[in-house]
């Protein structure tokens, strides 16, 4: 008699197979086109990226009505031993032809400029060229600047020419993310083939996996277009490298899963069928608890203040989603269509053995089983010692200067002007206020320490006043994206607000990076315990239990914290990075739980399964023995995707994708493989607490244990 399959055989029985099939050649081919317009779809604007509530984002928002969105790209000229006169004639020629641009949102007519850094004998010219900002942000600077680019030249014979100031730096913004879809699309399929080509030991397996993540990809993408473009969503740059990462990286972690219970199944059942049936049947419900887990805590995300925070909730909860419905009908339909032959050179036949029950995982299992509260108690004061790294942790925000793993222009140009002009020219504050009490905020500004005095006043191109507003900028003594920077608005916003009757504002780029702060360090307290949550209450409804989703959650916590610990050390020692983002420790922290947990998961649920045939510390040895192969084969995969978002010349996406990398190998060979396994055999039965299965632990299946729980008590 075979054993209950559910709906196991609408996806892979004789017919239905062809009919998943033709359903999702009928969705890509209508999704394809979508699909490719997902870039078109991206907001990359600042209000975007910013907390919505914030000061900054308000000013922002009130100053579209003096102006349209402007970014300044700043033109710096410099000569150490003195500009020449043919250099200064040079300079007058570029700002005549300057202020006749005006393709790409160039705004030449407001070019001001040149400024000199002194009267008499000056080695620097200053000129900024206005750029307007459309919904596609930083996406449309690099083209303006090119054009600007090729006026100005790039200096030579002793004359440095550089284009910085916010436009440059976006610009080189736009420059490393270009390509982002495809770098990381081709980084994550050969990290997926080699390690499927390792894990499978076939070229022709893999192939399948491959067809069905990237089916999944498509589809994601082709449904997030839509929701953009008519429901609202945000999609920016970050969102949608991420969701390549995710999407391979889950997808294929799944697929490998269900590949390792259908080989098994094959080895006991003629008809393929009938195996895959069993294996969805088997392995489903930990597949699905994984996926939702991730979905469930990337939702999570949408509590965030930061927009871009809140934004790449849905978008990789989608994308997760997408590609675990991908994995759990169209990649078991592909498998039983081409049969066991798809797994040449090593097909598994009926009636071999299981190579797993003398594997590797089953004697370390074995040896941990000797002497598990040793063995846990001294593997947790390790990762407790690697915590301690995290006292290197700077997570206090990136500077223009240090985000990028090069030197690109802007950067270089930025340093050259801080030698002659003001740190914070080009990137001012950004005040509005009453039209009536504008003087005397004007008055409070000017005398406010780290502002230059002689700076303020109207920008070109801006209307004196709009229905009793007015708007100014000032300009600050300190680089804008430095900490002094924000210490000065945090200073002129006190200033600004204790003026009557001003329903004063302050703006601009560093306040901008001040709010960000805020709202990423609220986001931390907030979202972290949130997904603990989530992932506490999925754990206890797929285990059924209590003490073993709890110990699963110290673990996962103490594998965060090592993780992060190591990573720093690494940042600060072996990679000279400077510091990490704000959002840097929320991101690795949502990743790695939300992923990680996928291995309890597959462990615990398999060894729940044996507890009910030979008890639970047998059931522990079995099913490490299980999964043993097929999750370090998952991490391997899921830790090399992320590795490819060092591939994008930004610290920030090398450090995340590290410091996820690192702590997937660490849940992978460390914590699920040994201390949740010591964990599991020290305590025993009790796991399972408050469930019977932890009172009449062997011979009883989970499910008849389920059934006697729902009985009522005899007398």
């Given at each position: 008699m075979t054993e209950k399959r559910g709906i196991a055989h609408l996806v892979c029985g004789r017919r239905a197979k062809w009919v998943v099939l033709v359903l999702w050649l009928i969705v890509l081919f209508v999704v394809a086109p979508f699909a490719q317009k997902l870039t078109d779809a991206q907001d990359n604007d600042a209000a975007s990226w910013l907390p919505g509530s914030a000061e900054s984002t308000q000013v922002l928002q009130i100053s579209e009505d003096f102006r349209p969105e402007?970014?300044?790209?700043?033109?710096?000229?410099?000569?150490?031993?003195?500009?020449?006169?043919?250099?200064?004639?040079?300079?007058?020629?570029?700002?005549?032809?300057?202020?006749?641009?005006?393709?790409?949102?160039?705004?030449?007519d407001e070019?001001?400029?040149?400024?000199?850094?002194?009267?008499?004998?000056?080695?620097?010219?200053?000129?900024?060229?206005?750029?307007?900002?459309?919904?596609?942000?930083?996406?449309?600077?690099?083209?303006?600047?090119?054009?600007?680019?090729?006026?100005?030249?790039?200096?030579?014979?002793?004359?440095?020419?550089?284009?910085?100031?916010?436009?440059?730096?976006?610009?080189?913004?736009?420059?490393?993310?270009?390509?982002?879809?495809s770098t990381l699309l081709l980084s994550a399929m050969a990290v997926v083939i080699v390690m499927l080509l390792?894990?499978?030991?076939?070229?022709?397996?893999?192939?399948?996996?491959?067809?069905?993540?990237?089916a999944a990809l498509f589809t994601a993408q082709a449904l997030i277009y839509l929701l953009a473009e008519h429901a609202g969503l945000t999609v920016n740059g970050q969102s949608a490298g991420i969701l390549t990462v995710?999407?391979?990286?889950?997808?294929?972690?799944?697929?490998?899963?269900?590949v390792a219970r259908y080989r098994e199944e094959l080895r006991g059942h003629h008809d393929?069928?009938?195996?895959?049936?069993?294996?969805?049947?088997?392995?489903?419900?930990?597949?699905?608890?994984?996926?939702?887990t991730v979905v469930l805590s990337m939702l999570v995300l949408m509590a965030a203040e930061m927009n871009s925070t809140s934004g790449l909730g849905p978008v990789a909860?989608?994308?997760?989603?997408?590609?675990?419905?991908?994995?759990?009908?169209?990649?078991?339909?592909?498998?039983?269509?081409?049969?066991?032959?798809?797994?040449?050179?090593?097909?598994?036949?009926?009636?071999?053995p299981n190579p797993h029950e003398r594997g590797i995982w089953a004697r370390m299992g074995r040896r941990i089983a000797a002497r598990p509260r040793m063995?846990?108690?001294?593997?947790?004061?390790?990762?407790?010692?690697?915590?301690?790294?995290?006292?290197?942790?700077?997570?206090?925000?990136?500077?223009?200067?240090?985000?990028?793993?090069?030197?690109?222009?802007?950067?270089?140009?930025?340093?050259?002007?801080?030698?002659?002009?003001?740190?914070?020219?080009?990137?001012?504050?950004?005040?509005?206020?009453?039209?009536?009490?504008?003087?005397?905020?004007?008055?409070?500004?000017?005398?406010?320490?780290?502002?230059?005095p002689e700076s303020l006043g109207l920008p070109p191109g801006t209307k004196p006043s709009f229905e009793g507003k007015v708007l100014f900028e000032a300009t600050m003594s300190d680089p804008a994206d430095s900490e002094a920077a924000k210490q000065t608005v945090e200073r002129v916003r006190d200033a600004v607000h204790a003026v009557p009757d001003a329903d004063a504002q302050v703006g601009g780029g560093t306040a901008a990076l001040l709010d960000m702060d805020k709202a990423t360090t609220h986001d931390n307290i907030l979202i972290i315990p949130l997904v603990l949550v989530v992932v506490l209450l999925i754990l206890c409804a797929l285990l059924r239990a209590l003490i073993a989703p709890l110990l699963l959650i110290g673990t996962v916590i103490l594998s965060f914290t090592a993780a992060l610990g190591i990573s720093a050390l690494a940042f600060r020692y072996l990679f000279d990075y400077a510091g990490e983002s704000t959002d840097f420790p929320l991101f690795v922290f949502v990743f790695l739980v939300a992923l990680g947990i996928d291995y309890n998961i597959f462990l615990t649920t398999r060894i729940r399964e044996e507890a009910g045939r030979q008890g639970t510390r047998?059931?522990?040895?079995?099913?490490?023995?299980?999964?043993?192969?097929?999750?370090?084969?998952?991490?391997?995969?899921?830790?090399?995707?992320?590795?490819?978002?060092?591939?994008?010349?930004?610290?920030?996406?090398?450090?995340?994708?590290?410091?996820?990398?690192?702590?997937?190998?660490?849940?992978?060979?460390?914590?699920?493989?040994?201390?949740?396994?010591?964990?599991?055999?020290?305590?025993?039965?009790?796991?399972?607490?408050?469930?019977?299965?932890?009172?009449?632990?062997?011979?009883?299946s989970p499910s008849e244990a389920d059934k006697q729980m729902a009985r009522p008590a005899g007398p």
């Open positions: 402007q970014i300044p790209a700043v033109v710096i000229y410099a000569r150490e031993s003195g500009l020449t006169a043919e250099d200064r004639a040079a300079i007058d020629e570029d700002v005549r032809e300057l202020k006749q641009l005006t393709a790409h949102g160039i705004r030449g070019t001001r400029g040149p400024t000199y850094d002194r009267e008499v004998d000056p080695r620097a010219a200053q000129v900024q060229v206005p750029i307007t900002m459309d919904e596609k942000g930083w996406e449309e600077i690099a083209p303006a600047v090119d054009d600007i680019r090729e006026i100005t030249g790039e200096g030579g014979n002793g004359l440095a020419v550089h284009i910085t100031g916010p436009g440059g730096t976006s610009a080189d913004f736009a420059e490393a993310f270009e390509g982002i879809d390792i894990t499978y030991r076939s070229p022709t397996l893999l192939v399948i996996p491959l067809i069905a993540v990237i995710l999407v391979f990286g889950a997808g294929t972690d799944y697929a490998l899963l269900l393929r069928h009938e195996a895959m049936a069993l294996a969805l049947h088997r392995a489903g419900p930990a597949v699905i608890a994984s996926g939702a909860a989608i994308g997760v989603a997408v590609g675990m419905l991908a994995m759990m009908t169209l990649f078991p339909a592909l498998l039983v269509i081409f049969g066991r032959w798809i797994f040449w050179p090593v097909v598994p036949h009926l009636g071999a063995v846990w108690a001294v593997t947790a004061a390790v990762l407790a010692i690697c915590s301690l790294g995290l006292i290197q942790l700077r997570a206090e925000g990136i500077s223009n200067a240090d985000a990028f793993t090069g030197t690109p222009d802007s950067i270089t140009g930025q340093e050259v002007s801080e030698r002659y002009f003001p740190a914070g020219s080009g990137d001012p504050l950004v005040i509005i206020s009453n039209q009536a009490q504008a003087e005397e905020v004007g008055q409070v500004v000017a005398a406010t320490p780290g502002v230059v047998a059931g522990v040895v079995t099913g490490l023995a299980a999964t043993g192969a097929v999750i370090t084969s998952a991490g391997l995969v899921l830790a090399g995707t992320f590795a490819a978002l060092g591939t994008l010349p930004m610290v920030a996406f090398a450090e995340i994708g590290f410091a996820v990398a690192l702590g997937v190998l660490l849940d992978t060979f460390i914590v699920r493989s040994v201390l949740v396994t010591a964990l599991f055999l020290d305590v025993g039965p009790k796991v399972w607490w408050p469930h019977r299965l932890s009172k009449e632990d062997g011979g009883v």
